[in-house]
Each structure stands twice: as structure tokens, then as C-alpha cells.
């Protein structure tokens, strides 16, 4: 057996934060499903099978605060960025410090402040988990470049850790960084050629990808298949 089929498949764990909170109360937990996770992932990880990252989203941590202050996606925020390079618009000065720019701050501090109250329990939550204690070891992708968060991640792994990863507020440039996005970075890093080695599992609270939110719109259609594009993956999107 070669060395490349020794080497264990690494599977991300993405759950949203509406699974793990109740959304619709600012910061309140989902006790349940909470244990629940932290549960399953601890018997996963006592079987040494596999790897896992677990990244996890925001829910009622983090977006109260990312509404009140208008911080948008960063996905938003980048596509913005190319239509004004295709208008060949010329990117603005930096600008002086106004009432914007410190509402934009205030909101960025207390939006990152929220969703790590929510990493937190979760760490805390792994690392009582039984049947086996989880080694869970917490990172904030703000601080990361896409290719330094991988490496970081990487060796973490390496050194027998679960990586624990938050949707976070970006700084370069300023949006939410969302666990999708997040997911896709490490599941097309470089250093992961041999996709096959990648399972990415997407926990949330609906069963599947639907064409629309189905606790909203009833016409929502499950997806049986999403096509991820050039463009698209290269961006972390995709076209359903």
C-alpha cells in the first residue's frame, strides 16, 4: 500500500449557527444540539479513523451585531470590488477617521466579541465531551491569510489536533468570513492536491441545499447536485 492511501481522509465538519443557537435570541444556545455534536464528534474521533476540522457559524452570536452595524459578506464586499475594476474605477483614498468609520469599528469589535462567546462553549463543550476527550484547539481565521490559515490548519493536524474554526469578521477586506468560504479555502489548499484525501460534511438546520430558504418559501427545491465552476471555486462559491 502506497503512503498516500495510508494517510487518512480529513473531513471538515461545517455546522451552522443555526443549528447550535437559537437564532432568533441574542445568544442563546442550543443546549441540545450542542451536546448532541460535541457527542458525535467525540465518538468520530475516538475510533482515529479520520481527521476532522470542525468550523462552525455565528447564528445569534455574532449576527445581532453584524445586522445592527450592516457589515455585509465578504463575498458581497468582493464582488463589489470586481464590478468597479471592470468599470475601471479607481479605488478611493483612504479615508479619515468619521462617525462611520467608528460605527463600522464598534461593529466589527462587538461582532467578533459575540461569536467567540459561542467558540468558547463550544471548546468547552469538546474538550469534556465523552467518550473521549476532543483535542480541540481554537482558531480565528481574521488573523489568517487564505494560504497561512492552511498551513496553519496543516499543522495542526500534523500535530494531532482538531482545528476548531469560527466564521469571522475579515479585515482585508472588511466583511464576514463565513464558514462556507472558509471551508472551501481548506478543502482546495495546495497542499491537498489529491481531493479524494477531503469530505466536507454540512451540518445545519434543514434537511439539504434548497433553491430558497424552505421554512420560508414552500416552492424551495432540494438540490440533488451543485456544480462548482472555475470562477466559482476558485472564489469558494458555487453554481447550483
Not at 45 to 66: E, L, M, P
Not at 180 to 209: M, Q, Y
Not at 217 to 225: F, I, K, P, V
Request: glycine share 8%; hydrophobic share 35%.
Amino acid at each position: 500500500m502506497s503512503d498516500e492511501r495510508k494517510q487518512p481522509t480529513v473531513i471538515i465538519l461545517k455546522i451552522g449557527g443555526s443549528s447550535l443557537t437559537v437564532k432568533s435570541q441574542l445568544e442563546t444556545l442550543n443546549e441540545s444540539i450542542l451536546n448532541w455534536f460535541t457527542s458525535t464528534v467525540s465518538t468520530a474521533v475516538a475510533t482515529r479513523y479520520h481527521q476532522y476540522v470542525i468550523i462552525h457559524g455565528a447564528g445569534s452570536f455574532g449576527h445581532f451585531h453584524a445586522k445592527k452595524y450592516h457589515l455585509r459578506s465578504i463575498d458581497d464586499v468582493l464582488l463589489e470590488q470586481r464590478k468597479q475594476q471592470q468599470q475601471q474605477q479607481t479605488p478611493s483614498e483612504t479615508a479619515p477617521v468619521d462617525d462611520n468609520t467608528r460605527l463600522l469599528a464598534e461593529g466589527i469589535s462587538l461582532t467578533r466579541r459575540s461569536v467567540q462567546k459561542l467558540h468558547s462553549h463550544l471548546l468547552t463543550s469538546l474538550s469534556s465531551a465523552a467518550p473521549a476527550t476532543v483535542p480541540a484547539i481554537g482558531i480565528s481565521p481574521a488573523s489568517h491569510t487564505r494560504e497561512s490559515l492552511q498551513n496553519h490548519v496543516t499543522d495542526c493536524r500534523r500535530a494531532g489536533l482538531t482545528p476548531v474554526i469560527h466564521g469571522d469578521v475579515y479585515l482585508n477586506p472588511v466583511g464576514i468570513l463565513g464558514g462556507d468560504r472558509i471551508a472551501a479555502w481548506l478543502a482546495t489548499g495546495e497542499e491537498e492536491v489529491t481531493r479524494r484525501r477531503w469530505r466536507v460534511v454540512f451540518l445545519t438546520d434543514v434537511e439539504g441545499v434548497f433553491t430558497a430558504d424552505p421554512k420560508l418559501d414552500e416552492g424551495a427545491e432540494l438540490l440533488r447536485s451543485i456544480e462548482v465552476g472555475e470562477e466559482e471555486e476558485e472564489d469558494g462559491g458555487c453554481s447550483c
